[in-house]
């Protein structure tokens, strides 16, 4: 008999949700120029300071691999290797898209009417049903999430001229 551990499934999981993630995110911003990425958060789970093992790590080196852009904001975690935006506003400055990583009760509080002008383009990722789809398609935000193997998208047309005028044919 061989003496080894298998992997338990939740890790199985985790190890591929970075992988998941930079999919999705592709399939709605393709890789090409000026392609930047708003994570949110950094740590290794909700409201926590830790980021060591954080898949924000593994986050970093595939959107990189893409030749997209990232800025990381994480109020919390303390230690994050490549660094964090000082706050939510520069993180989506011009960003194509918003990924939620750790889900910190401090997003919760993140008004998505606030941010969505400051973004190049309105998409929001979230996998744990953390934000309310609903607020957020009804300010212009394109949301994607992944629950139990299925994924979502919701998807409201813009409001707003500026959308169209900034974003390429």
Not at 54 to 71: G, H, I, M, N, R
Not at 81 to 101: F, I, R, S, T, Y
Request: charged share 25%.
């Amino acid at each position: 008999p061989l003496a080894t551990e298998p992997i338990p499934p939740g890790g199985r999981v985790n190890a591929r949700t970075p992988i998941h993630i930079v999919r999705r995110v592709r399939e709605h911003v393709p890789s090409g120029e000026r392609r930047k990425v708003a994570r949110l958060g950094a740590s290794y789970k909700a409201d926590v300071d830790d980021s060591r093992e954080s898949p924000s790590e593994k986050l970093v080196a595939l959107f990189e691999e893409y030749d997209y852009e990232t800025a990381v904001f994480d109020p919390m975690a303390r230690g994050f290797k490549h660094g964090l935006c000082p706050n939510l506003e520069a993180a989506v400055e011009g960003a194509d898209a918003v990924v939620l990583v750790v889900n910190h009760k401090i997003f919760k509080n993140i008004n998505p009417a606030e941010i969505g002008p400051r973004m190049r383009r309105s998409l929001l990722f979230h996998a744990r049903k953390f934000f309310d789809a609903s607020v957020w398609s009804a300010t212009v935000f394109t949301v994607v999430s992944h629950v139990r193997g299925r994924s979502r998208t919701k998807t409201l047309p813009p409001p707003r001229a500026r959308q169209d005028a900034i974003l390429p044919p």
